[in-house]
């Protein structure tokens, strides 16, 4: 499974990103309970961002509430983070996770957590 991410770039104070990830597997994915966006400014730990179930249900940082939002679709693997009124303490890299269950070569369930690469978001003042 790989976790491709992008969207992200320089934006300023106010402004708006997309960012998307994309869960790709050469085999079948059975379920994916969670995909979640982390971020990690500078200096900082990695911190919960938004996440959400694929029942649909989400959970955000207080800090991004009412100006994040997080959605999944299922049928692509892939889950979106539209991000607004962005400040700059919003900068840092932002992280896709992902936690599929695969059908391994055996018929066996193979259950794992995967990190994307990271997309860099700068948002200037």
């Known amino acids: 499974v790989q976790l491709q991410a992008s969207g992200g770039g320089l934006v300023q104070t106010g402004g708006s990103l997309r960012l998307s990830c994309v869960a790709s597997v050469t085999g079948k994915i059975i379920n994916m309970v969670t995909m979640a966006w982390y971020r990690q400014a500078p200096g900082k730990q990695r911190e919960l961002v938004a996440s959400?179930?694929?029942?649909?249900?989400?959970d955000y940082a207080n800090s991004v509430k009412g100006r994040f939002t997080i959605s999944r679709d299922n049928a692509k693997n892939t889950v979106y983070l539209q991000m607004n009124s962005l400040k700059p303490e919003d900068t840092g890299v932002y992280y896709c996770y992902a936690d599929p269950t695969t059908l391994g070569p055996f018929g066996e369930l193979v259950a794992a957590k995967y990190w994307g690469q990271g997309t860099l978001v700068t948002v200037s003042s």
């Open positions: 959400m179930s694929n029942g649909g249900s989400s």
